[in-house]
């Protein structure tokens, strides 16, 4: 999910000149790599491997943090205290894990500040996911259950990355996903067997509008993601992109049926043979006019960003400064 | 459209929907700041003082619904008072329920703005509760025993960041000595002494605020003085939001924090 760095990156060239010593080393990194061992922050790694990563821990963590705005727009109108609540924890998790994420980038050499520069200057990407509007409060409820339930299955394999610090992040992280699911697909449920008939339609509302950017958040099919056999190699991307989707869509038929609510996809069937469900072609210009910031919130998430990033800039620069002044004080004492 | 309920007037229901109505508001503001904070940790912070703030009213509400089933055998749950009365049912000092900039300058907030009235009402709720350990409903001291924790670590909290922002730079401090010009004046309406706080007091209930106020102010003092910011002077206006007749900004929080409740009759959440 919040991965599609890989994807939506250009094709990277392969470095070509290389010294002795550093081919020498690129040998026994190799090696550990097809070992399965983890690599330390510490440790010798390509500059390839490294830029990699960067780019993908923050793209997973600037998504993070994007994503705290599609549900935190329903904090203030949550329909019960118990709903409120859930959802100030849910979404104050999402700023946990950013802070994660942005820790483990840390260990490869940047710095958060360089990376919040890159997201506010639209250089750097988040996962497209959040550029879709959250309408109604079922909204809220089918991104727990679908958006956080396609991250599980992304980041479930993240955990086993070759990269330890990312590796440690992924496995906090993982395990705060699956109360995210749990709460989304609970709300929903209570609205559809306690509910009204007016609380059921606005379900199946929510479900038919998230669906299709959901199976979109897995990124482009294999033979469309030029950096995939890279990240594979490497022991970054563990599963491909459409076997993760396909897993996700198996899933997800089961949870619907007990949900009552039906997918919007009249080729959804199951296929014997494959042991799996098909289901109908993906609209992938929808996918690339988001990634390529014409999706129906893009300036705005941005721009909430970037607000309160320039808004608190007075905040940052006297939290410094006291401190300075405290130090000094310290040592003159 | 689903409509108010009715509350009985009895001073110890009041007293404690007060409180109840103090925490609520005050975290549906705070919930406004969620992923727009100057920097994470502190979007994380006010979420955190949010969701304790929730907690706590939570559990005066279950209390406040035991109470009215007693004067009057109506029960009502968390939820029915919590979303369906009129905005005059609510019993919040006005503090509380000011937008996060009062004076439009910036949205969703100032954060000088927060920050100082986060550390007003946590030092305010941290004597409430302290007193209320006393309190002679067996049910009200539990909530406090749990919430005075809570309460004592967000006024620490935010009174490290008055006095790093009043003792940080000039423009820090200009925004900090702004920031209590705008917020200071509703200092009057927490202490002012009326018949619900006497009877609270006489029944050994709880704290009449007003007994509250030198604490108060000795500590905020104290705070200011180290963040190098001036106490304004307290003049005649008085706010009265814990009488029920609120600010102009009350009635957009409560549309916004209600809709779903009032739209959606019958509805379960
Ligand atoms: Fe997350
Ligand atoms: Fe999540």
């Known amino acids: 999910m919040y991965t599609q760095a890989m994807d939506t990156a250009p094709k990277d060239a392969t470095p070509a000149v290389r010294s002795a ?13 097809d070992a399965g061992e983890f690599i330390e922050a510490k440790d010798w790694m390509p500059a390839h491997y490294r830029k990699t990563l960067i780019r993908q821990i923050s793209q997973h963590a600037h998504s993070e943090i994007v994503g705290m705005l599609p549900e935190g727009n329903w904090i203030t109108r949550a329909p019960t205290l118990k709903r409120k609540a859930i959802l100030l924890a849910k979404v104050q998790d999402e700023g946990g894990h950013g802070l994660y994420l942005y820790a483990a980038a840390e260990t490869l050499g940047v710095s958060r500040d360089e990376l919040l520069e890159a997201l506010h200057s639209g250089q750097a990407k988040y996962s497209s996911i959040f550029n879709y509007p959250t309408l109604t409060w079922a909204d809220v409820g089918t991104i727990g259950w679908l958006v956080d339930g396609a991250a599980i299955m ?9 990269y330890a610090p990312y590796a440690r992040a992924m496995i906090r992280i993982c395990r705060e996903e699956s109360f995210h699911q749990r709460q989304g697909f609970d709300a929903l449920l209570t609205m559809m ?12 509302d929510a479900v038919n509008r998230w669906w299709w950017p959901c199976l979109m958040m897995f990124g482009p099919p294999d033979d469309q993601s030029p950096n995939s056999a890279q990240g594979m190699r490497w022991g970054i991307k563990r599963i491909s992109n459409d076997e993760l989707r396909q897993k996700f869509v198996d899933a997800t038929v089961e949870q619907a049926r007990v949900l009552g609510v039906s997918l919007p996809d009249p080729a959804l069937q199951w296929n014997a043979a494959r042991g799996h469900w098909d289901f109908g072609a993906i609209d992938w210009s929808e996918f690339w006019q988001v990634v ?16 309160a990033w320039q808004a608190g800039a007075w905040v940052r620069e006297a939290a410094m400064a006291h401190a300075q002044k405290h130090t000094i004080q310290q040592e003159a004492a | 459209m689903q409509a108010s309920i009715s509350i009985h007037d009895s001073p110890e229901l009041r007293y404690v929907l007060r409180l109840a109505d103090t925490c609520l508001i005050l975290a ?12 994470l940790e502190e979007d994380i912070a006010l979420t955190n003082m949010a969701l304790d703030l929730i907690g706590q009213a939570r559990a005066l509400y279950t209390h406040a619904g035991d109470l009215h089933a007693t004067l009057n055998g109506v029960r009502y749950d968390e939820d029915q008072l919590a979303f369906l009365r009129d905005e005059r049912d ?12 009062l004076d439009g300058s910036a949205a969703p907030g100032d954060f000088a703005q927060t920050v100082l009235r986060n550390c007003m009402i946590a030092s305010l709720l941290v004597l409430v509760w302290t007193a209320l350990l006393r309190s002679n409903d067996k049910a009200l001291a539990a909530i406090a025993e749990k919430a005075i924790k809570e309460a004592r670590y967000h006024q620490q909290h935010y009174a490290d960041w008055v006095v790093r922002l009043g003792d940080g730079t000039d423009v820090s401090a200009k925004r900090m000595q702004h920031a209590l010009g705008l917020l200071w004046p509703y200092v009057s309406e927490l202490f002012v002494e009326d018949a619900i706080d006497r009877a609270a007091a006489t029944q050994g209930l709880g704290p009449a605020w007003s007994t509250l106020r030198a604490s108060w102010m000795s500590q905020m003092q104290s705070v200011l003085e180290a ?6 002077q ?3 206006f008085c706010s009265t939001g814990r009488c029920g007749v609120h600010s102009e900004h009350m009635g957009f929080l409560l549309a916004e924090m209600q809709h779903l409740q009032r739209a959606y009759p019958g509805a379960v959440w």
């Open chain 1, 292 to 307: 390529g910031g014409e999706g129906p919130c893009n300036r705005e998430r941005l721009s909430a960003r970037v607000n």
């Open chain 2, 90 to 101: 609510y019993f919040n000092p006005t503090l509380v329920e000011l937008p996060n900039a």
């Open chain 2, 234 to 236: 307290l003049n005649a």
């Open chain 2, 28 to 39: 549906q503001r705070l919930g406004q700041w969620c992923g727009h904070a100057p920097v």
């Open chain 1, 193 to 204: 067997q306690q509910g009204t008939d007016a609380q059921r339609a606005m379900v199946q």
């Open chain 2, 227 to 232: 963040a190098q910011l001036q106490v304004p």
């Open chain 1, 154 to 162: 992304n980041q479930v394999p993240i955990c086993r990355c070759s």
């Open chain 1, 21 to 33: 010593d550093e081919a020498a080393l690129q040998t026994r990194f190799d090696a550990r790599i």
